[in-house]
């Protein structure tokens, strides 16, 4: 089976902290996504990577940055955490080789409360 | 960009049918999925359309009309643990990406 571990399902911090949310995956797959989910908008994608040492912004990056050292590791980096960013985190993973369906396969999320 | 539409909320009852609508409007349409979300949890893949067409697993349909921008998903004999939101997202051609919609809370009543 497919595991995709967040490293924490729940955090507090303050206005204007660094935060970091860590996600690894165990079946060498080469996509890698965050998305953040709230209450009537749904997923929303903010930063995606094809490939070690690679990222791409998604539809909302502002605020975020993200680290791919290792091909199995993801990291969602928030320079200054501002209240606007309490939120569920969602990391997932994919691969697309011969007929599979691309799915992403998520994560049990980071809930980040921001004070 | 993507326009994904599906309804906020459903209601049906333990042991029935119940169809749950998306309408997308995109270019270079790709695959269109169905994911499962209970109350804190992950999503969890239901089902992928990219033709045409009704595709069954088990009690879970799901059916694509790329001409039409439209996809159901069916649930038939309902269960009190199939209460969850459903996601219906979409893939373009050339990216990897899912876009989503905003989710159909299903209640199962007994």
């Known amino acids: 089976d497919v595991k995709v571990t967040q490293s924490s399902r729940y955090l507090v911090k303050r206005t204007g902290e660094k935060v970091f949310l860590e996600c690894v995956q165990d079946m060498d797959h080469e996509n890698m996504f965050w998305y953040r989910q709230d209450p009537g908008l749904g997923l929303r994608l903010i930063y995606f990577?094809?490939?070690?040492?690679?990222?791409e912004k998604g539809d909302i990056p502002e605020g975020y940055s993200v680290s791919r050292e290792k091909k199995e590791r993801f990291s969602l980096i928030l320079e200054s955490a501002s209240t606007n960013q309490t939120s569920m985190y969602l990391c997932a993973s994919s691969f697309e080789r011969g007929t599979n369906t691309g799915e992403l396969f998520f994560g049990e999320g980071s809930r980040l409360t921001v004070l | 960009g993507q326009n994904i539409d599906q309804p906020t909320e459903m209601t049906a009852t333990e042991g029935a049918i119940v169809q749950i609508n998306c309408t997308y409007q995109t270019s270079g349409f790709n695959g269109l999925f169905w994911y499962q979300q209970h109350a804190g949890e992950a999503p969890t893949f239901l089902s992928y359309n990219v033709l045409d067409g009704l595709e069954e697993k088990g009690r879970f349909s799901s059916f694509l009309s790329r001409s039409k921008g439209y996809s159901y998903l069916l649930l038939k004999e309902l269960q009190m643990k199939d209460s969850a939101s459903y996601l219906c997202a979409v893939r373009v051609s050339g990216y990897s990406t899912l876009t989503f919609g905003k989710g159909t809370m299903l209640l199962v009543s007994p």
């Open positions: 990577s094809y490939d070690v040492k690679m990222k």
